[in-house]
Structure formats: structure tokens, C-alpha cells
């Protein structure tokens, strides 16, 4: 078994028996000190994996139009938190408050908070934000009252999943414990479970973290107003399948190779988190494709060509990538959620 928490969790295992694989998921992106995101930025061409808003400017831009839209859509309250779960390199952040000072009265009326629990990636949001007043938190439940705005880019398919898989005599639990000197699969207790119809051999994912967290902010919504924008891939209803899935160096990998060096992300339910966040209004959910071009990311990027056309080649592609169907624009699905009593937010088809 490689690397220092391969070591610890195959030890782990040895003396206590197999873990869910909800907690080796937990073990391997978020141990305090080998965990994937504790200890390292895995951002961009030298790590493992390139995501939206470091791909181009435009995408945070877009989102920080769409937030003073929505601030608008509120009645424009004079204080409101906005707020980003999972802000990685900071970028998103910084792109859509750039773009967000052409409303003045929005960048007034806002407090910017980060919920990440990284420190690595701390750091580097502090160097992306140095010239803004920010504020960092663990967890999303300890955001300040007040209307909330609240941003999701690749956060939720970053949290840890409970894995069951379907056998003769019902659906069991799926752990990971020991096949020899390797990590491997087994299966655990048989339990109760609301799941699509399935074949034997069948994987059901549900993400309990994200759940919860969506209906907090479900509530919170409700009880204070605001909108929530979900960003990730997965798909639009609950379904069977085993999208448990690891990289490494932008390949996929075993999720068993060197844990705590590689990333972990399963798919995400969107209907899970719909269904979560009740009594809020959940949208239809659109494709990036669909949502980047609904909310004129075409328009931005020929703006940006015409006013540097050195750099009109990267821009055209980098648009591409973000809204091609080869690229990134079918796999990346947008939810929004917000008080029921509001608009539907821009980017989402009536
Ligand atoms: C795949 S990255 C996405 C980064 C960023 N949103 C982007 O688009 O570039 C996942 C982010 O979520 C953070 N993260 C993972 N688990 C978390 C948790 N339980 N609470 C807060 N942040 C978490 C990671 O440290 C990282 O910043």
C-alpha cells in the first residue's frame, strides 16, 4: 500500500474491519493532514484536473451579472451575503466580483464569504482576493443571517458518497476493505433503501453530506430569501449507476491508487437535491452549454476578441470548450433554487 494514508487506512482497516466507502471518501479528500485537498492545489495543466471558471474569466464574469440580476429580481436589498462553497483557486470569486462592479450599489450592499475547509486552497484565495474583504468559513451552517446569494462550482461532487450495491437477497452496503496487500471492494450489512428499479450488480449512490447541505439551504432560502446556483456534473433524475470516479494527472485512475494523492468525485442527483431543498423552488436543470449561452457568453466573447484580438484565439476556444458538447457543455448541468416567491433567475428556460 502506497503513501502515508494508504498505510493508515490499510492499518485502519486490519484493526477495525472494512469502512464505508462514505468514509474512505472522507479519509482521502479531506484527512487534516494527507488528505487530497489538504495538502495540496490540484488545479490547472500541472495537476490533475482544469475546472470552469480556470478555463477562462468569462465564466465567473457571467455568474457575477447573474448575481446582480438576481440581486435585483430580490428588490435589491441594501446587505446581503454572497456566498461560494468550495471557492478552489478563488478565481470564480474574483472574475464575478470584477465583473459585478458595474452595479455599484450590488458591490456595496454585499458581504463575500468562502466556505472552504482547505488551508492550501485558502491561501491561494487570499492571493486571487488580496484587494477584497473577505471572510472564511468551515461550513456552510454558519453563514451570517441576512438574503443570501450562494454559488456551487464542482463543491457538491467533491463531497464524500455511501455506495450500495444490489444482491440476491437485497440491497447491501458497499465497504472497502482488504484483497490481499490491496485496497478492494466487499460488501456490507443489508439495509432498507429507496432506490430506482435495479439489476443485481447494480451500484445506488446517495451523497448524504450534500443532501443536508442543500436542505439548509433550502431553508434558509426560505426563511430569509435569496438563490442558490448549482453547477456539476450528474445527472437531472435519481438514477443507478457507479460514478465513483478517480484522476490523476488528468487520468483516470483506480480509486484505490495512493489514496489522499489522487482526486475522488462521484456524479451528482440533482433530483436528490431538489427534493432536499423543499419547500425552495428548485429550476429545470439546463446544461452548461444551455445556461453559459442563455446568459450571452457568445456576446462576451466576441467583446473580448474585438478588444484583444492577440488573444482572440484562446478566447474562441476557451468559449468552446465551456459550451461544446465534446467539451464541457453537455457533461456540466445548472440548477438554480430560490425563495419561492421569486422570479425564475436568469439562464433557465420558462
Ligand atoms: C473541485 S474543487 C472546485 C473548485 C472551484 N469551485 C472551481 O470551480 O475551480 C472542490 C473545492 O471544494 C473544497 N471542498 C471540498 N470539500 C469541502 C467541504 N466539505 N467543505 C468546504 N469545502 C470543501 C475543496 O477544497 C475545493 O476548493
Excluded at 472497502?176 to 447494480?202: S, W
Amino acid at each position: 500500500m502506497t503513501g502515508e494514508l494508504g498505510r493508515l487506512i490499510y492499518q485502519q482497516i486490519q484493526a477495525q474491519g472494512p469502512l464505508s466507502v462514505e468514509e474512505y471518501m472522507a479519509l482521502c479528500l479531506g484527512h487534516p493532514e494527507w488528505g487530497y485537498y489538504t495538502s495540496r492545489d490540484p488545479f490547472g495543466a500541472a495537476g490533475d484536473f482544469v475546472t470552469a471558471p480556470e478555463i477562462s474569466q468569462m465564466f465567473g464574469e457571467l455568474i457575477g451579472f447573474w448575481a446582480c440580476a438576481v440581486w435585483q429580481s430580490m428588490g435589491a436589498p441594501p446587505r446581503l451575503v454572497l456566498a461560494e462553497l468550495g471557492p478552489g483557486r478563488g478565481t470564480l470569486m474574483a472574475d464575478a466580483l470584477r465583473a459585478a462592479a458595474v452595479v455599484p450599489e450590488f458591490r456595496q450592499a454585499i458581504e463575500v464569504i468562502l466556505v472552504e475547509t482547505s488551508p492550501t486552497l485558502r491561501r491561494c484565495q487570499r492571493d486571487s482576493l488580496a484587494a477584497i474583504e473577505v471572510t472564511w468559513l468551515d461550513q456552510v451552517m454558519d453563514l451570517p443571517d441576512g438574503p443570501l446569494l450562494l454559488i456551487a462550482n464542482e463543491f457538491f461532487d467533491a463531497l464524500p458518497i455511501a455506495q450500495f450495491v444490489l444482491r440476491a437477497d437485497g440491497w447491501r452496503q458497499r465497504r472497502v476493505g482488504l484483497a490481499g496487500d490491496e485496497l478492494g471492494f466487499v460488501d456490507g450489512p443489508i439495509l432498507a433503501l429507496d432506490a430506482p428499479p435495479a439489476a443485481p450488480g447494480d451500484i445506488f449512490e446517495i451523497n448524504p453530506q450534500g443532501r443536508q447541505i442543500a436542505s439548509w439551504i433550502g431553508r434558509r432560502l426560505c426563511d430569509q430569501g435569496g438563490a442558490a446556483l448549482i453547477i456539476d456534473y450528474g445527472h437531472p433524475f435519481t438514477a443507478i449507476g457507479d460514478t465513483l470516479q478517480a484522476v490523476f494527472r488528468h487520468q483516470p485512475v483506480s480509486v484505490f491508487q495512493e489514496p489522499g494523492a489522487v482526486d475522488l468525485t462521484a456524479h451528482l442527483d440533482f433530483q436528490a437535491l431538489a427534493d432536499a431543498a423543499r419547500p425552495a423552488q428548485a429550476t429545470t436543470v439546463v446544461t452548461q452549454g444551455a445556461f453559459l449561452r442563455a446568459l450571452g457568453i457568445e456576446i462576451r466573447a466576441d467583446r473580448l476578441m474585438k478588444s484583444a484580438p492577440k488573444h482572440a484565439n484562446s478566447v474562441a476556444s476557451a468559449c468552446q470548450r465551456l459550451i461544446e458538447p465534446a467539451g464541457m457543455g453537455n457533461l456540466f448541468k445548472v440548477m438554480g433554487m430560490t425563495h419561492p416567491g421569486l422570479p425564475l433567475p436568469p439562464g433557465f428556460p420558462s
